[in-house]
């Protein structure tokens, strides 16, 4: 396994992040996290490190400076402006391409509340983008873009979260590339309970390895 602490230029700032790659990885996925979170989010690296044993690198990366964040954690300024997350994830998705290491491999998103919204946007402008993820996500917030998606997406919800569940049904409802919507058992938004997100990390394996053709386990 390698571990990199990397800088990505964006919009004039540098955006911080951990790319993680074990020996013959035939895909990367890229993490969008949601509202709030940053690379160091401990449920994206518990699915990341999964999806490591699963033969996949993986990227995170903060979608926001510090100071952005810090504004945005007294009046959500940034956390629900979709187009400028999805700019960021898209010259980031760039900025992978242009590395020696991983540039070439097969790219999977992997989004988690708003940050599934700005991936499905990046997946409707972008050509390289192979295959969606999402967890707890905002498709919903996509709104016009979500007709424009071309790569399958799967939408992982918990049980227990109802009003979620309504928002992923409708956003599906517009999707017109290969699409599911799978509901984990007994789970709320955060996937806290025991068990799920060792669920999530399955079907996340298993969607990724089937559309960008990396091992799984």
Known sequence: MHTLQVDIPV???NLGGILEMPDGARA???FVHGSGSSRFSPRN???AAGLQRAGFATLLFDLLTAEEQRHDNVDATYRFNIALLARRLGATLGWLRERADVGALPV???GASTGAAAALVAAAEMATVGAIVSRGGRPDLAR????????PTLLIVGELDTEVIRLNEKAAAQLSCE???EIVPGATHLF???GALEEVTRLAAGWFGRW???ASS
């Open 108 to 110: 999977g998103l992997f």
């Open 144 to 151: 016009a873009d979500l007709a424009l998606v071309h790569v």
């Open 212 to 214: 960008l053709g990396a």
């Open 45 to 47: 690296r518990q699915v």
């Open 192 to 194: 806290e309970e025991p």
């Open 28 to 30: 990367v996925v890229v």
């Open 179 to 181: 699409h599911r919507i």
């Open 11 to 13: 919009d004039y700032v």
